[in-house]
């Protein structure tokens, strides 16, 4: 075997290992999550006076006369993501065919 092909043998063993270490460690915290779930605190009950209905909040009176000026912005930013996304698919593209 070459030099070459030893080091990507050995880059892709670490990235094996480091996937492991990213599960285990995901396991280790929803396993302490069920453990502070099931803990001794009682809840403090809340009272019936104090549960509110939710009331619609209006929107600010700038929001309303500048509406054209938003979906302007966000038009201008979805198509400034789609130009990065386009280019970056395309450089990722050309670099497999060399």
């Known amino acids: 075997m ?7 043998i050995s880059y892709r063993d670490f990235r094996v290992f480091a996937l492991l270490g990213v599960l285990l460690f995901f ?4 396993l302490g999550a069920n453990v502070l779930q099931t803990s001794s605190l009682d809840a403090t009950p809340t ?14 009176p700038e929001y ?8 302007g912005i966000i038009l201008a930013t979805a198509v400034i993501v789609l130009i990065v996304v386009g280019s970056v698919l395309y450089g990722l593209l050309s670099n497999k065919k060399r």
């Open 2 to 8: 070459n030099d070459n092909s030893s080091s990507t």
């Open 27 to 30: 396991l280790f915290l929803s």
């Open 47 to 60: 009272p019936e006076s104090a549960l509110v209905s939710p009331t619609v909040t209006p929107l600010p």
């Open 64 to 71: 309303l006369d500048n509406y054209a000026q938003t979906t």
